[in-house]
């Protein structure tokens, strides 16, 4: 189960720019270049509107004209009615670009192509990341992840039988980054507040619309019991525990719950860790 909470973001986080996925959020326009239906990618050749195509393309939004439009001027608006930016349209320019980040407000944004001080069309999109928990797992169950690239040579036998991946999904439509990774409830080692982020070196983790990334722990969780852990039992030890990530742009802290199962010896260095989802 998954929950998403409002939570104001405990980080500041640094801007990256993450590419490669490319997610279309536009409205679809018609002939006259009145906007249409949201959320339905405008790519067809034949149209003849002035803005053939308004998508994200890893943080950024991008504006595609027509080769015939007749338009000096792109501005984009924020959900709150503000201008977010304005961008110049040279002669013969058929793109033009916003770079969003992860700190934007999500909403309804409107593009608005101008000519000179007349509006000549206007499309409105929503923008609004969707970061969802899809799984969790341990070296000892998923050998074939970048353990040794992640965590490197020197102390990856240690880091890798202790730390966990966590696999996140974007379903949504604006890009997102996540601040702050935790483990909690029945683990050996739960820590409410870890030292950084929670991630293996790194402050932020962004997922562009339609990207699913692994999360690399950092506060070794399945690592040796702590006073409030979970141990290993050899007759098994089973329980839950809750993952929790932090997101920047929606600022929502997103959980989900697994079942898991502590068994075949006493030591965790040895232990056969069952996880599931709850």
Known sequence: MTRNHPHISRRNALRTVAGATLLSVAGCL???????????????????????????????????????????????????????????????????????????????????????????????????????????????NN????????????ETDRLKNGEAFVTITNSGTGPDAVVELVFSG???NPIEEPRGSGMYETEQVVVAPGETVDLFSNSFPFGSESEKGTGCSPDGNSGQFTVLVETRASGNEVTKVFDVEYSGSNEMSDCEVTITEA
């Open 30 to 140: 018609d002939n006259s270049g009145n906007s249409g239906t949201p959320g339905v990618e405008t790519t067809s050749p034949g149209s003849q509107g002035p803005l053939k195509r308004v998508a994200v393309d890893g943080t950024t939004l991008v504006v595609e004209l027509s080769a015939e439009a007749n338009v000096d001027q792109v501005n984009l608006i924020q959900p709150n009615g503000e201008l977010f930016g304005k961008r110049d349209v040279a002669a013969g320019v058929q793109q033009v670009s916003f770079e969003i980040g992860t700190a934007y407000e999500p909403g309804e944004y409107r593009v608005v192509a101008l000519k000179g001080e007349e509006t000549v069309v206007e499309s409105t999109t929503d923008i609004v990341p969707e970061v969802q928990i899809q799984d969790v797992g341990l070296y000892r």
């Open 143 to 154: 050998p074939d992840k970048p353990w040794d690239e992640v965590y490197g040579d020197t």
């Open 186 to 188: 029945d683990v050996p």
